[in-house]
């Protein structure tokens, strides 16, 4: 069962184009979270949302709580924003829940 | 800007053996965490750690894996008799309040 789905699963773009990267997840939750995982491996948390959006830099996070759904959007996209990009989400408690990932490749 | 440091960042031992890895958390962080990912797959959540006990753990960590905040600055995930399916990049991460984390850069853990 898989409590968080992400689409696509991977993404090509142009330098310069506009990007979007979505999630839903089907628990109650009280935060979600938009991680960056860098070709060597490291992660780097870029949001946590528990309502509206979130804007930093080129990058701006969305949640609709009523629609279990969240959108990770990239302005002006540039080839060092390949990644993969994990949606993950923190119910009531502790506990983690990950997206697949988005593999995302900025051509230049 | 401060920073998770996960140590040794690449280990290889052989099937059965223990192995401790090791993280160093950001000095006023509160909340300890776990994950690992093994090569291809998600990222799961181990356990979480509060307070000097365990908050929460997943189906995953079962009795062969153990954490500990040993001396009030390293937090350690033991396993204790490897197997050839623990193979993954583990992955320690700290929280202030228990929302926001900051990663370590992982450790890459290859059995034998």
């Given at each position: 069962k898989n409590e968080v789905e992400q689409s696509p699963q991977n993404l090509t773009a142009q330098e310069g184009e506009f990007i979007t990267i979505n999630c839903s997840y089907s628990v109650g939750i009280?935060?979600?979270h938009w991680l960056q995982q860098h070709p060597g491996g490291g992660i780097v948390s870029?949001?946590?949302l528990s309502s509206g959006k979130k804007k930093h830099g080129r990058l701006i996070a969305t949640i609709n709580i009523q629609e279990k759904h969240s959108s990770l959007h990239i302005t002006a996209s540039h080839p060092r924003?390949?990644?993969?990009?994990?949606?993950a989400v923190t119910p009531w408690g502790n506990q983690f829940y990950f997206g697949t990932g988005t593999s995302l490749t900025v051509i230049p | 800007?401060?920073?998770?440091?996960?140590?040794p960042s690449h280990q290889v031992t052989q099937m059965g053996q223990e192995v401790i890895l090791r993280c160093v958390p950001i000095s006023n962080h509160l909340y300890f965490y776990w994950y690992r990912q093994i090569l291809g797959q998600k990222v799961e959540f181990?356990?979480?750690f509060y307070n000097n006990e365990i908050s929460e753990k997943s189906e995953i960590f079962d009795d062969q894996f153990?954490?500990?905040?040993?001396d009030g600055s390293n937090f350690t995930l033991k396993i204790r008799s490897t197997k050839l399916e623990d193979s993954a990049m583990y992955f320690c991460a700290s929280s202030l309040t228990g929302y926001g984390y900051t990663f370590g850069s992982g450790t890459r853990l290859t059995v034998v």
């Open positions: 009280s935060a979600l870029l949001f946590m924003d390949s990644a993969v990009y994990i949606c | 800007e401060p920073e998770v440091t996960q140590t181990l356990v979480s153990s954490v500990e905040r040993p």
